[in-house]
């Protein structure tokens, strides 16, 4: 039983949601952003398509029957409020509110379905793990108002796996690693269902568990392609985040090595190419006319990881209507149970595997029953451009803050920045260096 076909997108980025269920036999009603150069890959892959631009006009426009009231609404909205990069505001941010925005619209929707005499709409919502502890309890805003709580629970630390089931609508939600995914990269994000109750998300996101979980293969480090020798100081890459284009120089991942590429004895950063490789994208899908990098790694980087949506996209078409017969009052669960009085119940499923009775179990863990492993070799490309290449200066700069800093660094990520910046006299590095902090030198980084 096919639960939805047309979809309506919120805070669409560049679209992974098209590109994942398109396959699928899903078709896009409208999209909805609002930044430039997103708007501009909408425009250009999916000219069909018409983009509302501001969500917050959204209920409107369907309570008008200006738009369509599709099967299902996807969305992100907004993570900065819910990460470390946005300092936790949550609530208190404007992004945050967006949150709630997005339940407002899935009313509108849902009420211009009923009228219409259609079942609810599918609720398909995406974001950052930080979401789950956020101080104003943002998360518990979202689910209860999905669930059509009169209170919001009071939850400080929401975990990975959750049920709720409401008066108004059913709500599951799970974490997922798309390094298990068929992506060399560890993006742990977190991914919640919800609809009306005669849908049963858990049955979308969770899993029986029937296997050993996999866990991820080593990989050789040192590689050739295209007649190129390559290096990489790990088999997958740290999360890609949007201000790679900009800041990639003060992150973590700027010690450990997982987004820096040896190529022909040369170290660079990923290239926006091998970006929207790394989250599953076609080649050159965000290479427009006149696209400045930034723009590219900024888009790729809050997009999201498209064979994970693909994933659960399958499942949710190959849904056949039935139910894990999760009874909140059996003893295996009722440790794990918040009961809501007349309303319904939230079980914690932790991050684990949940033992249901002597029965089965459910995997509620970020690996899926079955994974697809791929490494750097099948990312990296030879055709970087010489502007991502970092000198010998820049290669000088990161090991010296890491001196400064006495922060760790990965010991052959040093090996290799020593070595380079080793080709230039160091009274010259050192030149240069205080001429870049001066700004009147610049130089590759």
């Not at 892959?45 to 631009?53: A, C, F, H, R």
């Not at 996807?74 to 900065?80: F, L, V």
Request: hydrophobic content about 35%; proline content about 5%; some cysteine.
């Amino acid at each position: 039983m096919t639960y939805f076909k047309s979809v309506g997108s919120i805070c669409s980025g560049i679209e992974a949601a098209s590109v994942a269920w398109k396959p699928l036999g899903m078709h896009f009603e409208w999209f909805s952003e609002i930044a430039d150069f997103p708007s501009r890959v909408l425009a250009e892959k999916y000219p069909d398509i018409k983009n509302l631009g501001d969500m917050n006009k959204i209920p409107e426009k369907i309570e008008s029957g200006e738009i369509a009231a599709p099967d299902l609404i996807c969305g992100g909205t907004p993570c900065q409020a819910f990460s470390l990069a946005g300092w936790k505001n949550g609530l208190n941010d404007d992004r945050g509110n967006l949150t709630i925005r997005f339940v407002d619209i899935i009313d509108a929707n849902d009420k211009r379905r009923l009228k219409n005499g259609e079942k609810p709409s599918i609720v398909f919502w995406e974001n950052v793990e930080g979401v789950l502890t956020d101080k104003t309890n943002a998360f518990g805003c979202l689910v209860c108002s999905l669930a059509g709580f009169d209170d919001v629970i009071d939850w400080k630390h929401w975990p990975n796996a959750g049920v709720i089931h409401g008066i108004k609508r059913n709500v599951a939600w799970r974490v997922l690693d798309a390094k298990y995914f068929g992506l060399p990269q560890q993006r742990r994000r977190l991914y919640l269902m919800a609809g009306g109750k005669d849908f049963y998300p858990e049955n979308v996101l969770f899993e029986y568990h029937t296997r050993n979980l996999s866990e991820y293969p080593s990989a050789p480090l040192l590689f050739e392609k295209e007649k190129h020798k390559f290096e990489v100081f790990r088999e997958y890459t740290d999360c890609l985040y949007s201000a790679y284009g900009t800041k990639w120089n003060g992150n973590a991942a700027a010690y450990n090595g997982s987004l820096f590429v040896v190529q022909d004895d040369r170290i660079r950063r990923i290239s926006p190419l091998e970006c929207e490789r790394l989250m599953g994208f076609p080649d050159g899908y965000t290479d427009l006319p006149g696209a400045k990098k930034t723009s590219r790694y900024q888009a790729i980087g809050n997009s999201w990881a498209v064979p994970v949506i693909k994933w659960l996209g399958k499942r949710l078409v190959e849904y056949s209507g039935d139910t894990m017969k999760l009874d909140s009052k059996e003893f295996y669960l009722f440790a794990r149970t918040t009961e809501v009085p007349k309303q319904g119940f939230f079980i914690d499923f932790g991050k684990d595997i949940v033992e249901i009775g002597a029965e089965y179990a459910i995997n509620c863990t970020p690996i899926p029953e079955v994974c697809e492993f791929r490494d750097m070799s099948a990312i990296v490309s030879p055709d970087a451009s010489e502007d991502i290449y970092i000198s010998p200066v820049g290669c000088y700069g990161i090991v010296r803050r890491k001196q400064e800093r006495n922060l760790k660094i990965n010991s052959r990520l040093e090996e290799v920045l020593l070595s380079i910046s080793s080709q230039m006299p160091l009274e010259e590095i050192e030149r240069r260096s205080r001429a870049q902090k001066r700004g009147k030198f610049s130089d590759s980084v």
